[in-house]
Every structure is written in C-alpha cells, then in structure tokens.
C-alpha cells in the first residue's frame, strides 16, 4: 500500500512536469509535429503491450462494441488529445492543468443530461464555485484582452469535457472487457486519423535537425506521461482504489503551476491563486457531494496527456 501511494506521488510529479515539457516540445515541433510522432508510436506501444498480455491472440469484441471503442478511439484521441495539444501550446503549464481538472464537473453534467444521476444540492453548489473560480482564474487574461490564451483555455474547456465523455462511455466497456483492452483497442483505432490529419505538419519538420533535448522531451511526454503513466495509475488504483487516490489528482495543477514557476519563470496575480483554489474546491464538491458512495463522477480522475 505504501509502494502505491509513492508510486502515486511520482506519478502526479511526472504529470505536472508534463505540461511544461510540452510546451517546450511544441515550440520545436509543432503541436501538430508533435501529434504526427506521437501516434505513430502509441500504436506499436499499443501491440507491444496487447502482445506482452495476449500473444498474437488478442481479445475478440462483437462488432457493436468495435464501433463503440472507434468512436472512443475518435472522442479520445483525435478530438480531446488534439484539442488539449492546441489548448496547452495557446495557454499556459498552469491554466492547462488546471482547467483539465474540471473533468470531473462535466463528467456529472453529462450523466445529469442523460439521466443517470440526480445531482445533489452539494453537487450543484461544487458546480457553481467551480465555474466562479474559472472565471476569476480567467479574468486577468479576459480583461487584458489576451484572446491567444484565453482562446487556448476555451478550447481545453472542450477538451475536458470530451474526456468526460469518454469516462462515460468507456465505462460499460471497460466491465466487459478490461481496462487494458479498451485502452489499446481505442488507441490503435483513433491513432490513424491523427496521423493522417497531422501528416502535413509532421512532414514540415527537419526531424533531423531536432536535438537530443526535444527527442527526450517526446519521449517523456508519449511514452511516459501518456502511456507508462496511465498503467502505473491503473496499479495504484487497483492497490488503493479510486476513492482513496482520486483526491491526489488535485495536487496536479499546483504541482504543474509550481514547476513552471521554477523552469519557465510563469508568475500568478492573487487573483490567480484565489481562483485555482475557488476552482479546485468546487471540483472537489462536485465530486465528492453524491449521495452514492460509487458512482462514475466520485470515481472520474482528471484528464492527463
């Protein structure tokens, strides 16, 4: 248990730093550079690990749910990690981890949409402080009409809210076939399209020319924030369960804000800080406000890329 919760730590260390080293990434690369090259290696790290579990006999699916991981692999993939690509490479390290942690609010509006839960009066209210809270983190950029990054914001609002859906739908799922096979499968679906959109991008780079420092910087970012990331936090759930490891996602956006105050000499007005923590606290109400101990929103983490 202790090996887990450590585990955890380093993990939510490796995600905060990510932010940065994207930015850094897409600076030399592109976003959309860097959208080529990462999902022509997710693929393979995809089979590698489906073999490593399976061989060469991977788990069968209907064909119902092969169009449902493709629309996952679409939703996941070429929408949410293209749109928080963009958002991070406009916005700041810290605004981007900080308004990816809202998936968890619209993860509750989206079951509300459709029926499956009744939001309590606490939800309501984490859902009210948290939309305050974005808007005092956002007023300094609003009323300073820096539109690139309030735009870059926006658009990760988006993409969080399609990483809610994508929770929502992978669930069922993710209880007939496994976690690993619903990630690699939509994985190796959605990765196709990205290429092919991002292929003009990708061919405008002189990837010969791209030091040691941005290949470090891309591996960091695909294979061990991403992929590596996602399977150790699987673990740590499986050790210490959801309920007990989700609220260490919250540490996320401080741990991302304070490595880009250090590395990239990012600064914060008060009104800043008084609205990330405004935020954080209605995410975490929203949250933790249902009245079942169990349910997808107590148990959605925020999105990391």
């Known amino acids: 248990m202790r090996h887990a919760l450590w585990a955890a730590l380093v993990l939510i260390l490796v995600w905060g730093a990510n932010f940065s080293v994207q930015k850094a990434v897409f600076t030399a690369v592109s976003p959309g550079g860097f959208l080529f090259v990462r999902y022509l290696v997710m693929p393979l790290a995809a089979a590698l690990l489906l073999c490593s579990r399976y061989g060469l006999r991977w788990p069968k699916v209907s064909r119902a749910d092969l169009i449902a991981l493709l629309k996952l692999g679409i939703a996941g993939h070429l929408l949410h990690v293209g749109l928080v690509t963009f958002g991070i490479h406009w916005s700041t390290a810290f605004s981007s981890s900080l ?72 669930k069922p799922l993710i209880e007939r076939h496994g976690g ?77 804000g304070a490595i880009a105050w250090l590395v990239t000499g990012e600064r914060y007005t008060a009104a800043k800080l008084a609205g990330a923590a405004l935020t954080l606290v209605g995410v975490a109400l929203a949250q933790y406000a249902s009245a079942s101990p169990r349910d997808p929103v107590r148990e959605a983490p925020a999105p990391v890329d």
Not at 107 to 130: D, N, P, S, Y
Not at 141 to 168: E, I, P, R
Not at 243 to 255: C, D, I, Q
């Open 180 to 256: 690993v096979v619903v990630m690699t499968y939509a994985t190796l679906l959605g990765s196709a399209p990205v290429v092919l959109l991002n292929m003009p991008a990708g061919m405008q780079v002189n990837w010969a020319e791209v030091s040691l420092a941005i290949w470090a910087g891309l591996f960091y970012a695909v294979l061990i924030s991403a992929f590596l990331g996602w399977m150790v936090w699987g673990w740590v759930n499986a050790v210490r369960g959801v309920a007990r490891s989700a609220p260490l996602m919250y540490l996320m956006p401080p741990v991302a």
């Open 99 to 170: 308004i990816l942690a809202l998936g968890p609010v619209f993860t509750l509006l989206i079951l509300r949409w459709h029926g499956l839960e009744t939001l309590t009066r606490g939800q309501v209210a984490g859902v009210a402080v948290a939309c305050a809270g974005v808007l005092v983190f956002l007023s300094d950029k609003l009323l300073g009409g820096h539109w690139q990054a309030g735009g870059g914001d926006l658009t990760l609002l988006v993409a969080a809210s399609l990483f809610s859906y994508y929770t929502v739908a992978a």
